[in-house]
């Protein structure tokens, strides 16, 4: 079985483009979530996705981020008019069920913004 | 809201025990996980506690109590390739993890 995939894993933005990041779950996983990560930081959590549905968005601006999860094809985390504070890592992790089973995690997509 | 607390550093030596503490404020809580992250690395799942005590994994071992909010990773038999960060995560109404603690392993 494939693990979380993410692509691309890396992505060089200038100011005021968008940017796509793309995760594909462990199949058979309708969790997933998005996480954040600053060189010598820890994980900061973003948005919890099931199937089609945003269930949980508290660590995600409200502006120029988005997320989402369709009934088939890969969760996207969207980000709009990127600035240079955009830059980092971000991780995408999928479970089977919420709660109970560890986090697969990808390897990333390291975002530059120049 | 969410929150853990975890040490940022901690240093010991090759054939060592080191005891990684974390306390957490959460809401819905399910239980706590431990993660492993090498440097340029994905995190890789180490541990999971949902009832208090202790699970042993091979040299990994991790503690919960869900009384004192706390819980632990234990780690024996240190190797240098156990170099890396450490974080605890609350699973709770989402998986929210921990600062991280920097481990390094000296020969």
């Known amino acids: 079985n494939a693990g979380v995939m993410q692509n691309p894993r890396h992505l060089v933005r200038r100011r005021g483009q968008e940017a796509r990041l793309r995760c594909s779950p462990v199949?058979?996983?309708?969790?997933v979530y998005w996480y954040r990560q600053l060189p010598e930081e820890g994980l900061k959590f973003m948005v919890y996705?099931?199937?089609?549905?945003?269930?949980?968005e508290s660590g995600m601006p409200k502006e120029r981020f988005s997320a989402e999860f369709p009934k088939e094809g890969p969760s996207i985390l969207r980000i709009q008019q990127v600035v240079r504070g955009d830059s980092a890592a971000y991780f995408c992790?999928?479970?089977?069920?919420?709660?109970?089973?560890?986090?697969?995690f990808g390897n990333g997509t390291r975002l530059t913004v120049t | 809201g969410q929150s853990l607390e975890q040490p940022s550093e901690v240093t010991a030596v090759e054939g060592a025990i080191v005891q990684i503490n974390c306390t957490y404020q959460?809401?819905?809580?399910?239980?706590l996980s431990w993660y492993q992250q090498h440097d340029g690395g994905a995190p890789t799942f180490l541990s999971y506690?949902?009832?208090?005590g202790l699970e042993e994994t091979g040299r990994f071992s991790s503690f919960l109590s869900r009384s004192d909010s706390y819980g632990y990773l234990l780690l024996q038999e240190l190797q240098m390739k156990d170099s890396a960060s450490y974080f605890c995560?609350?699973?709770?109404?989402?998986?929210?993890f921990g600062p991280g603690t920097r481990l390094s392993v000296l020969p």
């Open positions: 992790a999928s479970s089977p069920e919420k709660g109970k089973s560890p986090l697969h």
């Open positions: 199949k058979g996983h309708s969790h």
């Open positions: 996705l099931q199937k089609e549905n945003i269930i949980d």
């Open positions: 959460t809401s819905g809580f399910y239980g």
């Open positions: 506690n949902a009832l208090d």
């Open positions: 995560a609350a699973y709770g109404q989402n998986f929210v």
